[in-house]
């Protein structure tokens, strides 16, 4: 085996797919990207379907071009290119995570598009590097680290032992933790990005002398360190963002995560009534739960076709202010949006419960009332 | 460091290097026997966890969920033999590479098609659920240790296999001279499905030992099949032998580098820093242990000198 073999593996990337759609005069054509394949799909696929239950809700207002990202910053990149210059799309969405939203968002504003993000909130887009065209519906990505942290402070939580992914996104998780939780850290750990085995970690937590675990592991890791912990008689409670407690994976955690306290801004028994009617719409059209992926594309959608009724997208002043409106009934009840254009909203911690046969969240407490990211006092738009 | 504690890291070390051999085993015998690059051998090890998932799903019992892993993995390497792996063992290597990567797509984008996106479950069964306590009152997962069980008695069954018996015969010539033993009568191609159906069975019993304590998801092979071609390296292509103590070595490397390098650091810096600095060294620890032995012995621990 040769390194030229290596290269020539690892340089092999797939032929992205394609999902063009025709060209209605009179509508806003969004173009979402969004990651439909590999590991990070099911996010993708949940907010692909929130949104798209939003238009056709509407009658199909929006023009909508879906691309698969493949969770490939380059990927990305050349699709929001594509869909910049030669299908002319006005508002661009549907970015999941943080190092490619980093890699497409500035960019397209850049050159004249409305992005509104559906889940990626990394703070360089909230601080210093805002912009007047960027609108994040989800969240800014520390809001439900710092929730956690309040929350083990309200639990009586004195010393934590926290862990995240070494990256950008799990360093933030940490920080966003350690700057609302008022007690000590008792131990602090960095795991490999994509690490499945935790047997070296959660040996460290029996050992130390922490009275609560904070872990932020999105997608396949939270799901193994949750049943290895589960598994290693380890019973200090944890607590996390909702990420590791969503519905489209909490299946496969299963008994694993019972009872676990999770901090989230929305669930499925949020009690408004544009939330009821998309938790029952969305059964109906997928015949599963929606998850918090689906729940944030249905308010982007809705977002979007709320500024339609207001102002038309070509006047984008006008636009831009019927955005920053925020005039819909979002499935979280009360939402605005700040000066850098990210949510002010409630944060809520949820419990996983079963249900029938089905693992899933109960809302116990609103934990932060219209919180808002420290970002944006350094955003000058 | 308190004793109890380091003697469950050694344990969790040994685990990790036994899961891995399971891995490897399968992977250097192709490697070794028959001059191939299997880049799809992960997806050999997702085909056994969604096999195994589906089975615990409709069954409930875990053993079934094992044999039809090994089942699935060993047929899935059969067909793939036969339709693909074939055509190619007269081939230039980047052609396998670039065959075998092909494979790796089909089968993630297949397995989404028949499972969808979302993750499966996979359950510990109730019988070897939760820790046990160890002489010296340190408690450890009973399932873990099963793992350990599992991969030492595939480690001896495979030693007995290549040395033992007539097929192990077969298939050491095989690994030396493969036109001689065609020509001396033993219908190697025959031989060389048999191989490499023996790998993917490995590979898929690993997937779904692993899937129980991990996630069951499309692209869980890959991360998997990069460590498993370090570990045939360091222990030289083609021994099973190597793979056992590549897999060891990786698995106890890897493990006690999580451990140890962040509580080193933190003696010369704060936490924080500590702990970031650290998994960062850590991560790059077992590619390390592959340069250093690389340059000490080119061919591996137990590699034959080329």
């Known amino acids: ?381 | 460091m308190p004793t109890a504690l380091l003697v469950e890291q050694l344990l969790n070390g040994l685990q990790a290097g036994m899961t891995l051999f399971l891995m490897a085993a399968g992977l250097t015998l192709v490697f070794g026997v028959m001059g191939l690059i299997n880049l799809a051998h992960g997806s050999l090890y997702m085909v056994g966890a969604f096999a195994a998932a589906a089975v615990a799903a409709a069954t409930g019992s875990f053993l079934l969920a094992l044999a039809a892993a090994l089942a699935a993995g060993a047929i899935a390497g059969v067909v793939v033999e036969m339709v693909v792996i074939r055509r190619l063992y007269d081939r230039d290597h980047l052609d396998q590479v670039l065959a075998t990567f092909a494979l790796i797509l089909i089968f993630s984008e297949g397995t989404r098609w028949v499972f969808g996106s979302f993750p499966l479950q996979l359950d510990i069964p109730a019988w070897l659920a939760g820790p046990i306590t160890l002489p010296g009152g340190i408690p450890y997962p009973l399932y873990r240790l099963t793992i350990i069980g599992i991969g030492l008695a595939v480690a001896i069954a495979l030693w007995l296999l290549i040395e033992r018996t007539r097929t192990g015969i077969r298939i050491r010539a095989g690994e030396n001279d493969r036109e001689m033993i065609s020509a001396l009568g033993v219908d190697i191609s025959r031989l060389y499905t048999l191989v490499f159906a023996l790998g993917a069975a490995l590979a898929g019993l690993a997937g779904a030992l692993v899937g129980a304590i991990q996630s069951v998801q499309v692209g869980m092979g890959e991360p998997v099949l990069i460590l498993a071609f370090v570990v045939i390296v360091i222990g030289g292509i083609g021994s099973i032998r190597g793979a056992l103590i590549g897999a060891l070595l990786v698995g106890m490397t890897d493990t006690m580098g999580r451990i140890l390098l962040p509580s080193l650091l933190a003696t010369i810096t704060d936490a924080s820093m500590a702990a970031s600095v650290g998994a960062s060294l850590a991560s790059m620890s077992v590619y390390i242990l592959m340069a250093v032995v690389l340059v000490w012995r080119p061919s591996g621990l137990f590699g034959a000198a080329t």
């Open chain 1, 1 to 381: 085996m040769t390194p030229r073999t290596f290269i020539l593996a690892a340089a092999m990337a797939a032929l992205p797919s394609l999902a063009l759609a025709d060209a209605h005069a009179g509508k806003v054509k969004v173009g979402m990207i969004t990651t439909l394949s590999g590991g990070g799909a099911g996010l993708g696929i949940d907010v692909r379907d929130g949104f798209l239950l939003a238009n056709k809700e509407s009658g199909d207002r929006l023009d909508v071009v879906v691309e698969d990202d493949q969770r490939k910053p380059d990927i990305a990149v050349q699709l929001a290119d594509k869909m910049i210059q030669s299908e002319k799309v006005d508002v661009m969405t549907g970015i999941i995570f943080s190092n490619l939203a980093m890699a497409v968002v500035p960019a397209a504003v850049a050159q004249g598009k409305f992005y509104l993000s559906p889940n990626a909130g990394p703070s360089a887009l909230a601080g210093k590097g805002c912009h007047e065209d960027y609108f994040n519906v989800a969240w800014q990505n520390d809001n439900l680290h710092e929730a956690a942290g309040a929350y083990a402070n309200k639990a009586g939580y004195r010393k934590s032992f926290i862990l995240a992914p070494n990256y950008p996104a799990g360093k933030d998780a940490l920080t966003g933790y350690k700057r609302e939780f008022a007690g000590d850290v008792e131990g602090e750990v960095f795991t490999k990005l994509g690490q499945k085995d935790y047997a070296a970690e959660i040996a460290q937590i029996r050992a130390s002398k922490a009275d609560s675990v904070f872990f932020f592991l999105p997608g396949g890791m939270g799901i193994s360190f949750l049943k290895q912990y589960a598994d290693s008689g380890v019973d200090i409670p944890v607590i996390g963002p909702a990420f590791s407690f969503d519905q489209s994976i909490l299946q496969a955690v299963g008994e694993a995560a019972l009872g676990v306290r999770n901090t989230s801004q929305w669930n499925k028994d949020l009690d408004n009534a544009a939330n009821a009617a998309f938790v029952e719409a969305f059964q109906a059209e997928y015949d599963r739960l929606p998850s918090l992926y689906a729940s944030q594309g249905y308010d982007t959608a809705r977002l979007l076709i709320s500024a339609m009724d207001a102002a038309d997208v070509g006047d984008r002043d006008a636009f831009r202010a019927a955005l920053e409106a925020a005039k819909f009934d979002s499935v979280r009840g009360d939402f605005a949006f700040g000066p850098n254009h990210h949510p002010v909203q409630n944060i809520y911690v949820r419990e996983v419960v079963k249900e029938g046969d089905v693992f899933t969240n109960k809302l116990i407490d609103v934990v932060l009332k219209d919180h808002a990211d420290v970002y944006a006092a350094d955003c000058k738009m």
